[in-house]
């Protein structure tokens, strides 16, 4: 581990985070749900609201994706996603839906402080986030898509967005 300079879990668990948390709105399927612990871990965010019938752990099929990520990120459960931004609003951050919208900002636009707590809202493999949810959000943020699809696996579309998010950040945890 040391020569790849990866944290233990006690580590990971004293250092300090990236003011950032993913916000999941009723995700299907357990192994979006482990591949955005993986990835939250990897870019030491804050933690990850799962909401709605988004599953939680411990699960196998979570466990299997995840490979040990349960174990570092905190994660809380909210039984209404519009529950979760409201109070994450009230806890100083500002929340956007990853969602293609009327007056969503491409994400290679979005620009926000790197000292600004964020909170970023990933949909429903099929129905994207809630419209209830979207009407609570700071705006929206949408990959730019090219090609003839104009949708990302949940998975995937967290992976981009919490990367482009964390790259200014990065600096402060080297």
């Not at 804050?46 to 909401?51: K, M, P, Q, S, T």
Request: charged share 20%; net charge negative; glycine share 6%.
């Amino acid at each position: 581990m040391d020569e790849l300079s990866r944290k233990s879990v006690e580590q990971f668990k004293a250092a300090d985070k990236n003011s950032i948390i993913a916000v999941l709105d009723n995700i299907r399927s357990m192994h979006n749900v482990g591949s955005v612990f993986r990835t939250a871990d990897a870019f030491l965010l804050e933690g990850i609201c799962l909401c709605g019938y988004t599953p939680q752990p411990p699960h196998r099929d979570i466990h299997k994706t995840a490979l040990g990520a349960t174990d570092t990120i905190d994660w809380m459960h909210f039984a209404e996603t519009t529950i979760a931004v409201k109070e994450l609003k009230e806890r100083g951050y500002k929340v956007y839906a990853v969602e293609q919208a009327a007056q969503s900002i491409s994400l290679e636009n979005f620009t926000a402080p790197a000292s600004e707590k964020l909170a970023v809202v990933f949909g429903n493999e099929v129905a994207g986030v809630n419209n209830e949810v979207i009407a609570l959000c700071d705006g929206c943020i949408e990959i730019p898509q090219l090609g003839m699809k104009h949708s990302l696996n949940i998975s995937v579309a967290a992976g981009i967005v919490l990367y482009k998010l964390s790259e200014p950040r990065l600096a402060f945890f080297k």
